[in-house]
């Protein structure tokens, strides 16, 4: 097979994008991206992470590459989930109280959660380049804005709760088992009752 031309039906495929693992768990040797960077048709975005000239610079992807532990969570994830337009200023991302980062990342506001429940609501989203990454549901993200209530913008936190009503993918039940395996289950329950 012509490595070449798999890795160019790739990148035609995935929005000028490819990774070295995506190579390693085909059977491509790397040393072939090299190749493509001394001509010009890649350029190293970070370790393990190319891209073309012309190709989508999906910092959500490019992210979540890096931080493989991480999960799109707070604003970030109803941005994900198309519930709001606001315009991402600072990334929210949730992760294991383990996970450790080398380098703090620049621009992003970390939450750490018990590992148990890291990943309660994940659900797997596509960025608006089509790449999937992991964030959370509408219903954790209203479990998490309830448990933090006092460090929430008073605004958004409305808002959240009222744009559940008319949510058309609503899951209350998932709702309910995020909230009671997050212990604010009750909270939870007469907030929606007034609600729903």
């Not at 991480?70 to 315009?87: C, P, R």
């Not at 980062?101 to 429940?117: A, D, L, R, S, T």
């Not at 448990?147 to 993918?169: A, C, F, I, T, W």
């Amino acid at each position: 097979m012509d490595y070449i031309k798999q890795i160019e039906k790739h990148l035609k495929d995935s929005g000028g994008i490819i990774t070295s693992l995506y190579c390693r768990e085909n059977g491509i040797p790397t040393v072939y991206l090299s190749r493509l960077i001394e001509k010009g048709v890649l350029h190293r975005v970070d370790k393990g992470i190319y891209l073309t000239k012309n190709g989508d610079y999906d910092e959500f992807y490019f992210f979540q590459y890096k931080y493989s532990g991480s999960v799109f969570s707070y604003e970030t994830a109803l941005y994900l989930i198309g519930v709001t337009d606001k315009i991402i200023q600072v990334k929210d991302v949730t992760v294991s109280s383990k996970y450790k980062f080398n380098k703090p990342p620049v621009g992003v506001h970390v939450h750490y959660v018990k590992k148990e429940w890291l990943d309660l609501g994940v659900i797997v989203v596509k960025t608006m380049y089509g790449n999937s990454v992991r964030a959370y549901s509408y219903e954790r993200t209203i479990c998490d804005f309830i448990l933090h209530k006092e460090n929430m913008d008073p605004e958004s936190y409305v808002k959240l709760l009222r744009g559940y009503s008319s949510y058309k993918h609503k899951n209350v039940h998932m709702l309910y088992e995020i909230a009671a395996k997050m212990g604010i289950a009750s909270e939870v329950r007469d907030i929606m009752e007034v609600l729903l």
